[in-house]
């Protein structure tokens, strides 16, 4: 039995939580530095297999205390990609974890448009299982791009096919629909949106909201669909 560990392990995924669930039994203490955004998923609770459930026993009911360090600091400090890391101290628990996840308001309302509704996951499909691309489509990746971005500002890329097992495709009725689309998926209001609920470099399309890509996707056509209050609007589009 040792009386701590000092430790920075891998960051590949879990792979830092299960480094510390290891060594736990075997310590007084941890001090540690890993990423912290598994603790800080406002959607961990609605995932059928987050990190933050699997190890809320092994790890996370065992903080003490905890130091944010952001992603725009970590990554200059570290060059790390756009992941906030936290300084851990683990030992007998007693740190509220909870607030790190929840939901602020903006988040929830998008969120909620989810329930009983369809989402990108649904109506888009995996490249190279439909056979010809015709008509109009759009293209989304699995992974996000730089900045939080759901996917590139460029339109010309959106709208061109690229053979790649990763990537989805979003058909449609039309151009207008389609450009609609892009203009839902670069808006201010879904760049905040993803900043809250990624926690790695995947999207979680199943709780990005569709909307009626028919509408002129505006600012105001969001904050109303969305019902946003004039402060929530301001805090985005402003």
């Not at 809320?56 to 360090?69: F, M, N, P, R």
């Not at 199943?206 to 002129?216: A, G, L, N, R």
């Not at 600012?219 to 669909?225: G, I, T, V």
Request: glycine content about 6%.
């Amino acid at each position: 039995m040792f009386d701590c560990c000092i430790m920075n392990p891998p960051y590949d995924k879990s792979l830092h939580l299960k480094i510390i669930a290891e060594i736990l039994p075997h310590c007084d203490k941890v001090v540690n530095i890993s990423p912290c955004r598994w603790l800080e998923d406002p959607l961990a609770r609605y995932k059928s297999n987050s990190e933050y459930k699997k190890f809320e026993d092994k790890v996370s009911k065992k903080i003490e205390d905890l130091i944010i360090v952001e992603a725009d600091v970590a990554n200059e400090l570290f060059d790390i990609d756009h992941t906030d890391l936290g300084i851990y101290t683990l030992g007998n628990g007693g740190y509220d974890y909870s607030k790190l996840s929840e939901m602020d308001s903006i988040t929830r309302k998008i969120f909620e448009k989810c329930k009983g509704n369809k989402t990108i996951m649904d109506i888009s499909t995996i490249e190279g299982y439909r056979g010809p691309h015709e008509g109009f489509f759009g293209v989304i990746g699995s992974h996000r791009h730089p900045d939080s971005k759901f996917i590139s500002d460029d339109y010309g890329l959106f709208t061109t096919y690229r053979e790649t097992c990763g990537n989805k495709l979003i058909f449609f009725d039309s151009e207008n629909e389609r450009k609609n689309c892009f203009n839902y998926l670069t808006s201010k209001l879904l760049r905040y949106y993803s900043s809250k609920i990624r926690t790695n470099q995947r999207i979680p399309w199943q709780f990005v909201p569709v909307i009626d890509f028919k509408e002129d996707c505006t600012d105001s056509y969001l904050k109303q669909y969305f019902g946003l209050t004039d402060e929530e609007y301001k805090n985005i589009f402003c």
